[in-house]
């Protein structure tokens, strides 16, 4: 599992909806906010590809 203690969201989108509001949104999240169980850094990986489609 793969945890995120903090997103800067440096641009905000708009829209009607959440789901809307997320175009043009554009975002970083700092390493350090980022936790997990696997030391390989694969676990990570795995959620990003999975989370993007």
Avoid: C, H, Y
């Amino acid at each position: 599992m793969v945890s995120l203690k903090k997103i800067n969201i440096t641009k905000a989108g708009e829209g009607n909806t959440a789901l809307e509001a997320l175009n043009g949104t554009e975002f970083s999240i700092p390493v350090s906010s980022l936790f997990t169980n696997d030391a390989t850094g694969t676990r990570i990986q795995k959620f990003w590809n999975s989370s993007l489609v």
